[in-house]
């Protein structure tokens, strides 16, 4: 049991890191203020109301959705309440992260999984004039179906029932779970670091500082590259030495030999010398 246990925070560590690392995370407040339902309001002369949304753009909320999501699903090592389940057994003998870890779970029930539509936070009511037909879904469900239809899956069902409310109420409805879950995850990772930092835990220090994001995708390196004509002999392992036929890439070799088979060139010289 205490290897498994240890096996899910390792597991939730490493994926909440990464959620760290995304940039709505980086400026806190504003990661905060997106998880609340906000909505501006701006009264008009004749008695109406104008109200106005302002979310980051959805490619941003999608990535998101993308690195949380193993910690929203149950059957994942890293899933949230796995996570937590784990804590609450080392700290068993420990009242006060022992009330703090049941305060977290309920939350978490409350905010991510909700069971009705008042704690959803709201529902949208729309009817069709063309067929008369009238439909009622809770911003939960709208949240799940832009999440698990739009996004991460292609889920049939979900869309179907969203389908009516259209593409902006899904992803209105998401964005608060997704800032919130995210802001619960930091929080939850950040406490299992307090915990480690005591010797409350035994996790494996590499977890805390393996790299678990790209932060750039450009890469200059020095490197030495050899060849050989296809259907050559390859090499058996890193530091063997190479077999007969093979060759060093020097200034003198004509590149226009490495072509992919759908004709695009492998290798190119660079326009410009790279800076020093």
Known sequence: MTAQYQEYLE????RARRVEEHSLAADWDALVRLAEIQIQVTPLDNGDLRIRHEYPAEEVVES???????????????FYQKALKALGYFCRALPQDSEWIRSARGEWRTRVQPTTGEEAGYWVMVSNSATGEDHSLDRH??????????VVHHDAGRRQEADPFGLVDRFRAAVPLIAWAM?????????IRVL???GQLQLSQKIFDERVALKSTTWEE?????????GTEPPTAPKTPLPAQWAQLDSTVDLSVFRT????????????????
């Open 11 to 14: 597991a939730f560590v490493v």
């Open 64 to 78: 998101a959705a993308a690195r949380l999501r193993p910690i929203l699903l149950e059957g994942d090592a890293c």
């Open 141 to 150: 469900r709208l949240a799940l179906a832009w999440i698990y239809g739009d």
């Open 183 to 191: 802001v619960g995850t930091i929080e939850l990772l950040n406490y």
């Open 196 to 198: 480690q930092e005591a």
């Open 222 to 230: 020095n490197v030495k590259v050899y060849f050989a004509p296809v």
């Open 261 to 276: 088979a759908s004709g695009a060139q492998l290798l190119r010289t660079d326009d410009k010398p790279a800076e020093q």
